[in-house]
C-alpha cells in the first residue's frame, strides 16, 4: 500500500480503519472485532481510535483485534482535551495502553484544544515519547492558526500529524491549513472521510463510480487520497463496507473525474473556520 513518510521518518499506510461508535454497543461487540480483523486481513496496517469512543471500550476492540500481529499494525489513539495536561496525559496514556493491551502507541493525538496550555500537553507528550510509551505525537481538529501556534512551543515542531475532516462535501481545509501542513511536512488524517455516508448518494459519484468498478466509496477515498501527505480513515463494521473501501487503493481518478467532482462538490472559495465533525 502506497504510504506517508512522517517528519520522524516512520511511514504510515494511507488507508486504515476508523473505529468511532464502536464499543458502544456490547450485541456489536462481535461484529466490531471481526470488521477491524477483515480489514487488517485484507491488508489494512493502521487503526485509528481514542480514549473517548465508547469510553475506552473501542481501544479494548482494537486490542482483541490486533491480538496475534501487534508488531505489524500502526496504532493511532488520542487523549481527551480535559486529560490532556502535564500529568494528566500521561495517566491517561497510560490507561489506554492497558486497554490496548501494548507497551506503546504509534501516534498518540490531542483530540482537540481544551483549556490546558498547548506547552503542558507538548511537554507530557514529549515524556510520553522519551519514555517508549508512544512513538510520535500529534494533534486533531487544530485549524492553522492554532498549529502555527503549536509549532512555537518548546518541543512544538515535532508534531507530526493534524486529523482533521475531510471529505468531498466538507473541503474547507483545501484553502489554508492543507498547504500549510503539506508544506510543514504534518501529515493529515482525514475524518470521516465518506461523510458519514450521506455524500455517496451524490448522482455525480455515481456516474464516476461507474466508470472505476462501481463502487462509489471507492472513489470518495480515493479523491481524498488524491493529496500528498493525507491518508484517510473509514469506519465501516459492515464487511461489505469493508471490502468497497479497500477497493480506494486501485482507483485512478483522472482530470475529467476531478473536474466533475469539482463541479459537484466546490472546493472553498474563501476562508472559514475548521469545520468538525
Ligand atoms: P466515515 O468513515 O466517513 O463514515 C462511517 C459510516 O459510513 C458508517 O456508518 C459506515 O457504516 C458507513 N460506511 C463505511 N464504508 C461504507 C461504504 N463502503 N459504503 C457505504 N457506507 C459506508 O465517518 P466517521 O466514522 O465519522 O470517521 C471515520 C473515523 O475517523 C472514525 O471512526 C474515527 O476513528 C475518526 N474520527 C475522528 C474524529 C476526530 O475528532 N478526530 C471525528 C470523527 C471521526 P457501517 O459501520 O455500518 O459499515
Known sequence: ?????????????VLGLGTWRMGE???????????????????????????MYGEGKAEEIVADAVA????E????????????????????????????????IDLYLLHWRGSHPLAETVEAFETLKRDGKIKSWGVSNLDADDVRELEGVPGG??????????????????????????????????????????????????????KHGG???????????????????????NPAHVRANMKALDVKLDAEDLKALDAAFPPPQRGSPLAMT
Open 1 to 13: 500500500m502506497r504510504s506517508v513518510t512522517l517528519k520522524n521518518g516512520s511511514t504510515v499506510p
Open 25 to 51: 454497543r456490547g450485541s456489536e461487540r462481535a461484529a466490531e472485532v471481526a470488521a477491524l480483523k477483515l480489514g487488517l486481513e485484507l491488508g489494512i496496517r493502521l487503526i485509528d481510535t481514542a480514549e
Open 68 to 71: 496475534d500481529r501487534r508488531d
Open 73 to 104: 499494525i500502526f496504532i493511532v489513539s488520542k487523549v481527551y482535551p480535559h486529560n490532556a495536561s502535564r500529568k494528566g496525559a500521561i495517566a491517561a496514556c497510560e490507561r489506554s495502553l492497558k486497554r490496548l493491551k501494548t507497551d506503546r
Open 157 to 210: 515542531k515535532n508534531c507530526v500529524s493534524d486529523q482533521v475532516l475531510y471529505h468531498l462535501g466538507s473541503r474547507g481545509i483545501e484553502w489554508q491549513l492543507l498547504p500549510y501542513c503539506q508544506k510543514a511536512k504534518i501529515m493529515v488524517m482525514a475524518y470521516s472521510p465518506l461523510g458519514q455516508g450521506p455524500i455517496l448518494r451524490k448522482p455525480a459519484l455515481k456516474t464516476i463510480a461507474d
Open 215 to 237: 463502487d462509489v466509496a471507492a472513489v470518495a477515498l480515493a479523491w481524498v487520497l488524491r493529496q500528498p501527505g493525507v491518508i484517510a480513515i473509514p469506519k465501516a463494521t
